[in-house]
């Protein structure tokens, strides 16, 4: 099988935005709206279990405040949140605060010299990806990537596959001739119900995270030690285009 794209997530994958990007404007957006809640990097890594900015909002709830999961306009609130949320993380994006992952800049350059379709496949808000995109990659970037799919674009967010299903059939491409770059136990599930070999570069909050299925899992791109011990052989160069065409090639 000969590789024909490459499909990332975002969070934790493109850029460590996790602990100081959305966990930070969610608790600005907290303070805007007048909520007496704080998440702080303890809380926020096990809301992390929860995929989906609104539905970790709802997980939050019914966790630590019950009682207002009964307000009769309970949809629109948590959306009324996410959404003032996201306007503070994109400020930090716009600010600069949130730079790309090691090696994530030069395998996209790569991956574009050799003609390789880059997709992107995340449960973030379109709005957030392509701020990202255009504030450290440059304005134009959003126009590299053949397909994103991204924010409530699908029903079941990781670990369902669905994302994945929804960008493979808009590359019109099969899985096996795909690999997936996740960050996190969820995100693996998912790349991997939908068919995808995946290589994991591992975050801040998932070095806990099972990753069992994955072919690699690395501290980042750049890396030449597979932390699993599989495949470390190959990655004398870290990961670049010639090691995922063997990937790909391989059983």
């Given at each position: 099988?000969?590789?024909?794209?490459?499909?990332?997530?975002?969070?934790?994958?493109?850029?460590?935005?996790?602990?100081?990007?959305?966990?930070?404007?969610?608790?600005?957006?907290?303070?805007?709206?007048?909520?007496?809640?704080?998440?702080?990097?303890?809380?926020?890594?096990?809301?992390?279990?929860?995929?989906?900015?609104?539905?970790?909002?709802?997980?939050?709830?019914?966790?630590?405040?019950?009682?207002?999961?009964?307000?009769?306009?309970?949809?629109?609130?948590?959306?009324?949140?996410?959404?003032?949320?996201?306007?503070?993380?994109?400020?930090l994006?716009?600010?600069g605060?949130?730079?790309?992952?090691?090696?994530?800049?030069?395998?996209?350059?790569?991956?574009?010299?050799?003609?390789?379709?880059?997709?992107?496949?995340?449960?973030?808000?379109?709005?957030?990806?392509?701020?990202?995109?255009?504030?450290t990659?440059?304005?134009?970037?959003?126009?590299?990537?053949?397909?994103?799919?991204?924010?409530?674009?699908?029903?079941?967010?990781?670990?369902?596959?669905?994302?994945?299903?929804?960008?493979?059939?808009?590359?019109?491409?099969?899985?096996?001739?795909?690999?997936?770059?996740?960050?996190?136990?969820?995100?693996?599930?998912?790349?991997?119900a939908?068919?995808l070999?995946?290589?994991?570069?591992?975050?801040?909050?998932?070095?806990?995270?099972?990753?069992?299925?994955?072919?690699?899992?690395?501290?980042?791109?750049?890396?030449?030690?597979?932390?699993?011990?599989?495949?470390?052989?190959?990655?004398?160069?870290?990961?670049?285009?010639?090691?995922?065409?063997?990937?790909?090639?391989?059983?």
């Open positions: 099988m000969t590789l024909s794209a490459i499909l990332f997530d975002v969070d934790g994958t493109l850029a460590d935005t996790e602990r100081d990007g959305h966990r930070l404007a969610f608790n600005q957006a907290f303070k805007e709206l007048q909520l007496d809640w704080e998440w702080d990097v303890a809380l926020y890594g096990e809301l992390l279990q929860t995929t989906g900015g609104k539905e970790r909002i709802r997980h939050f709830l019914g966790a630590y405040a019950p009682h207002l999961l009964d307000r009769h306009d309970l949809d629109e609130w948590i959306a009324t949140i996410h959404q003032v949320k996201t306007k503070y993380f994109v400020a994006l716009e600010a605060k949130i730079p790309l992952r090691q090696g994530i800049e030069r395998l996209i350059q790569q991956l574009r010299s050799e003609n390789i379709k880059i997709a992107i496949a995340t449960t973030t808000t379109l709005a957030n990806v392509t701020t990202l995109l255009k504030c990659l440059g304005e134009d970037a959003v126009e590299w990537f053949d397909v994103i799919g991204a924010g409530d674009i699908v029903p079941q967010k990781k670990p369902a596959p669905d994302i994945y299903h929804w960008v493979l059939n808009q590359l019109d491409l099969p899985a096996e001739a795909c690999i997936a770059i996740e960050d996190s136990e969820n995100g693996l599930r998912a790349a991997l939908a068919g070999k995946t290589v994991i570069t591992v975050s801040e909050y998932t070095r806990s995270h099972d990753f069992s299925g994955a072919i690699m899992t690395l501290a980042d791109l750049d890396s030449t030690t597979d932390l699993q011990h599989k495949n470390s052989d190959r990655l004398e160069k870290g990961v670049d285009v010639e090691l995922l065409r063997n990937l790909v090639a391989a059983d």
